[in-house]
Each structure stands twice: as C-alpha cells, then as structure tokens.
C-alpha cells in the first residue's frame, strides 16, 4: 500500500508560481517502473497529465507546459515536489499526485495506481 497527501496552496496570484508537495507514506519502492505523477482536472474537463518523476531524478513534463514545469524529489522528507511557473486562471484546478506504472501513465483513471485525494488550486487574476 502507498499512501500520498498534496499539500500547497488553495489560491495563488495570476502570474505567480504554485508549488505543491506530494508526501508519500507506505510502500515507496525505488523501482524506476513507477512514474511518480502530477495530473490536475480543471472545472468541467477531463484529466490533464502534467508530468512525472522516476526515483533516479528523471523526469517528463508534458510538451504544452514544459516551459513552465519543474517537478523534484526530497527524498528525505519522502516527498516530490511540482512546481507551476507563471500561472493564470486558466490553471485553476484539482490538482493531484499519483504512482503509476510507466504503461499507465498519461492513460489511467483515478482506479489505477495510486492517488491523493486531489487539492483545489485557485488563480486569481
């Protein structure tokens, strides 16, 4: 079992950065099969996948929000870390963290895996 908690921000200024942290708990093998994940879900949208992290550091960051994406472990304190540069209102959402297998990633629902039960993030302009 793998436990994760999103912990940040419930509003954030236009232009500012977000930053949210995934602490995680339980089972946190360092297999490099796992994508260590963000996704968020705007109001009324599908799920967006915005990036990952593996245990040796390697990340992916999906091409649309690249340029503003930096996503890191802390390995100590057992959590990662998704930084969101210079955002908007268009990037109010539901954020959340996952651990999902690396076939899964950028296609599982919220059954695959496991997921933190999502934090609301409000931009105000």
């Known amino acids: 079992q793998v436990q994760l908690r999103e912990s940040g921000p419930a509003l954030v200024e236009s232009s500012q950065t977000l930053s949210l942290t995934c602490i995680v708990s339980g089972d946190t093998t360092s297999d490099s099969y796992w994508r260590w994940s963000w996704i968020r879900q705007p109001p009324g949208k599908g799920l967006e996948w915005i990036g990952y992290?593996?245990?040796?550091?390697?990340?992916y960051y999906t091409p649309s929000l690249s340029s503003r994406t930096s996503i890191s472990w802390d390995t100590p304190e057992r959590q990662f870390t998704l930084r969101l540069r210079s955002v908007t209102p268009e990037d109010t959402a539901v954020y959340y963290c996952a651990r999902v297998a690396a076939d899964q990633y950028g296609v599982a629902s919220r059954r695959d895996g496991y997921w933190g039960q999502g934090t609301q993030v409000t931009v105000s302009s």
């Open positions: 992290i593996i245990y040796s550091g390697h990340t």
